[in-house]
């Protein structure tokens, strides 16, 4: 479909990830088991060689991620984690990372304990303004700046354009995670970043079913080293799992909607409850990242970050009364949730500068009737 490109995202959503190899008009994109591929003749380049380098139903998905967001290439990996390190393997010792000083736990634990011992150390800033990434690359061997926004768990709005401003200037790579919006309502390299990275487990998917993740980039030096990235480094989702994903992904647009509509009116419930001290959601006019929010992304999600007041023990109390919303980490799928994010995803920054507040509780809004939800919190608070 060469016109693909003019039409509207959740058209171009369900017609993506074809197999461009199949002959037989299939709908539905066949799963390639084949670890290997036969050759007709050593003179001839073929499509395919083998899997962990590029395999028919992933090839499927990286066309389809990369139609989504709009990218020149595309690689898929096994799970958010494989993209985040893959991209972090684009560094070279003695360089310095920039990150938020609220990001994803396995990311600060990636930054903080396993590459220090290859030499690429990390700086934490805080990001919601723009010109202290400016201030921090003074000094610094710089290779790379990375952020997300909304941040996890705090939910703090980054302008991406500003800092990818900031890159280009300087000539550092700037890598957003956009796990928590999706190229739905969130598309970093339109904003000028040169790489994004997201855990296609969460909103992608959407059903909580599989782990993967991707790292998209328009420019072709970057690309030919994360082809390589990919292929040696081996962290490759499993022919099934693309398969998978691209059957969740169809319906992106429509659980997007949804979940975001009825985030908006529980963050609006929340911020008027007498138990909460403060909700975090970039849909509130009242939102501190509101105007950014507003100017980067075309929605603003299912996820809630929200203070309980009366500290850890109210906020402990509170997830442990939810019935609904179930008690477990992820997040972006239909099924709503609930967590507490200092024991579970803030865990490694506890004690720390970082760490999220003690009374920190995070909602994933799923698709169920949001009068139902509404009702799990009003009876979870009054506990
Ligand atoms: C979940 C998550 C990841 C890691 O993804 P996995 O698929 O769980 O490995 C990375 N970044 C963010 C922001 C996440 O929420």
């Known amino acids: 479909m060469e016109t693909t490109t003019r039409q509207h995202l959740e058209t171009r959503i369900v017609h993506a990830g074809r197999d461009a190899t199949d002959r037989t008009g299939a709908l539905v994109p066949p799963i390639h088991l084949a670890a290997a591929f036969s050759r007709e003749s050593l003179d001839v380049a073929p499509a395919f060689v083998y899997s962990r380098r590029g395999n028919p139903t992933r090839r499927a998905l990286e066309d389809a991620l990369a139609e989504l967001h709009e990218a020149e290439h595309c690689f898929a990996f096994g799970s958010g984690m494989g993209a985040v390190s893959g991209a972090a393997m684009l560094l070279k010792s003695g360089q310095t990372v920039l990150l938020p000083d609220d990001v994803y736990t396995n990311t600060h634990r990636l930054f903080t304990s396993l590459l220090p011992g290859h030499q690429i150390d990390p700086h934490f800033v805080d990001m919601t303004d723009a010109t202290h990434v400016e201030a921090a690359l003074a000094g610094r061997d710089v290779g790379m700046i990375w952020l997300e926004s909304p941040t996890n768990p705090s939910m703090k709005v980054i302008d991406i354009a500003a800092v990818a401003a900031i890159g280009r200037r300087h000539g550092i790579p700037v890598a957003v995670d956009n796990s928590y919006c999706s190229p739905y309502f969130q598309k970093p390299l339109d904003l000028g970043a040169d790489i994004v990275v997201e855990s296609t487990t969460k909103y992608l998917n959407g059903h909580d079913d599989l782990m993967g993740g991707t790292v998209l980039v328009n420019d072709g030096a970057l690309a030919e080293r994360l082809a390589m990235i990919q292929y040696v480094g081996g962290a490759v989702p499993s022919p099934f799992d693309c398969w998978l994903l691209l059957r969740g992904m169809k319906t992106l647009a429509l659980r997007m909607e949804r979940q975001q509509a009825s985030a908006l009116a529980i963050a609006r419930y929340l911020a008027g409850h007498p138990r909460?001290?403060?909700?975090?959601?970039?849909?509130?006019?009242?939102?501190?990242?509101?105007?950014?929010?507003?100017?980067?992304?075309?929605?603003?999600?299912?996820?809630?970050?929200?203070?309980?007041?009366?500290?850890?023990?109210?906020?402990?109390?509170?997830?442990?009364?939810?019935?609904?919303?179930?008690?477990?980490?992820?997040?972006?799928g239909v099924e709503s949730l609930i967590s507490y994010p200092i024991v579970g995803s803030g865990a490694s920054q506890a004690g720390t500068a970082m760490a999220p507040s003690s009374a920190l509780v995070r909602l994933s809004v799923g698709i169920e009737n949001v009068e139902d939800l509404l009702a799990d919190l009003r009876q979870a608070l009054a506990t």
């Open 276 to 332: 909460v001290a403060a909700v975090r959601y970039p849909g509130l006019e009242s939102d501190p990242g509101h105007a950014i929010a507003r100017r980067q992304m075309t929605g603003y999600s299912g996820m809630i970050a929200f203070e309980v007041r009366g500290g850890a023990e109210a906020a402990r109390r509170v997830v442990n009364a939810a019935r609904l919303f179930q008690r477990a980490g992820g997040l972006g």
